[in-house]
């Protein structure tokens, strides 16, 4: 995938603009500046400590890592600063963030790592088992558990409660982590921290990638809508003018308070529909964790995209069956000639 930089040099910046980077120093002053109002917002510059931990890391990982420097470094300062005992990670792919994970909790005595994954198979090829890479770091193995198969929900009951650290990095379209977050609040504990990545996949501006910003959007509206204060990361977002591509919110007594406006993200447009049985499975899961008010809620939704898939199911069809016939009207004119 081509670079931030790229893009804003499509949408009309110069070389000089789009270049301009800062020193850490330049940087926290800029940051300090800006925060100093905003009592909601951190933003995260890892100190030479934390990198210091995550490269100790032999490189080969960054291979198949699906995250920038930034984003691991990130991740990773949030860990050590907030020494979490119990965490959870949704959507493994081949590891890369289990490995930068499990690196930094080898540092907090008893923390431990549970991976959970939808497929039990790499997700691009399914030629190899999911989270195959932590293999070539079994130093990190014991602080692991790893969970595929699944929607969260199959696996969250025998995980259990008091997680303080949440990665959840799936499908980046809707409905997707808006319900994976939704699956594990009842299992957090009060002020864990919720990291969310890609949350500016609706920005990537590049002609091929027209369906993220088009449909790419729900990390971005997760962040800002989970009651609760918010992290981003301060190396992509500010030092090359970008928006953040990753953040975290740690919620607190009130974010239940504010779960409507959660449920109520449910309504936009979703890009697939889960499986019939996959929905049942979901209703039964949220009537033993949400007051009923939100179950119903949650049936309308169903109902109202399961409507809206067959409506434009039904629409191409029929632009199907109007072009068809009018090849073979125009056919049978051109052959009556
Ligand atoms: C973007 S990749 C994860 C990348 C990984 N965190 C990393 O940084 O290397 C997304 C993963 O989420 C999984 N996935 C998709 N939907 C999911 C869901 N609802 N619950 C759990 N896993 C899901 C996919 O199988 C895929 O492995």
């Known amino acids: 995938m081509k670079g931030t930089s790229e893009c804003l040099r499509q949408q009309g910046m110069n070389k000089a603009q789009v270049n301009h980077t800062h020193s850490n120093a330049q940087l926290e002053r800029i940051v300090k500046k800006m925060t100093t109002t905003m009592q909601d ?18 490189n080969s990982y960054k291979e198949i890592s699906e995250m920038t420097e930034d984003d691991r470094s990130f991740i990773n300062a949030l860990i050590l600063r907030n020494k979490p005992k119990k965490i959870l990670e949704i959507g493994v792919s081949r590891g890369g963030s289990s490995i ?8 907090i005595e008893n923390s431990h790592l549970y991976s959970i994954d939808y497929n039990q ?14 293999a070539h770091y079994p130093e990190l193995k014991a602080a692991w558990t790893l969970y595929t198969g699944g929607l969260s929900l199959k696996f969250i009951e025998k995980i259990g409660p008091g997680i303080d650290f949440c990665l959840i990095d799936t ?11 939704l699956m594990v609040l009842p299992f957090l504990k009060e002020e ?10 609706n920005t990537y501006c590049y002609k091929k990638n027209r369906r993220f910003v088009e449909n790419g959007i729900t990390n971005n509206m997760l962040m800002s809508t989970i009651y609760g204060k918010k992290y981003v990361s301060s190396a992509l977002s500010f030092a090359n003018h970008s928006f953040p591509n990753i953040g975290a919110i740690k919620i607190n007594s009130d974010t239940g308070k504010h779960i409507f406006e959660i449920f109520n993200l449910l309504t936009i447009k979703w890009n697939y529909l889960p499986n019939n049985e996959e929905e049942k499975e979901i209703i039964l899961f949220f009537e033993k964790y949400y007051d009923k008010i939100f179950v119903d809620y949650l ?4 109902l ?20 068809k016939y009018w090849i073979i009207k125009l056919g049978s004119k051109l052959l009556k000639r």
């Open 41 to 58: 917002l951190e933003i995260i510059i890892a100190n030479q400590s934390e990198n210091d931990i995550l490269n100790r890391l032999d």
């Open 100 to 107: 930068v994970i499990l690196n930094a909790v080898k540092e």
């Open 121 to 134: 198979t790499w997700y691009r090829t399914h030629d190899r088992q999911t989270g195959d890479f932590v």
């Open 171 to 181: 499908v980046h379209f809707n409905p997707g982590e808006i319900l994976d977050f």
């Open 192 to 201: 864990a921290l919720v990291v969310f990545h890609d949350t500016k996949y």
């Open 299 to 302: 049936k309308d939704v169903f």
């Open 304 to 323: 109202h995209h399961r409507n809206y898939f067959e409506i434009i199911k039904l629409e191409k069809e029929g632009q199907r069956k109007t072009v």
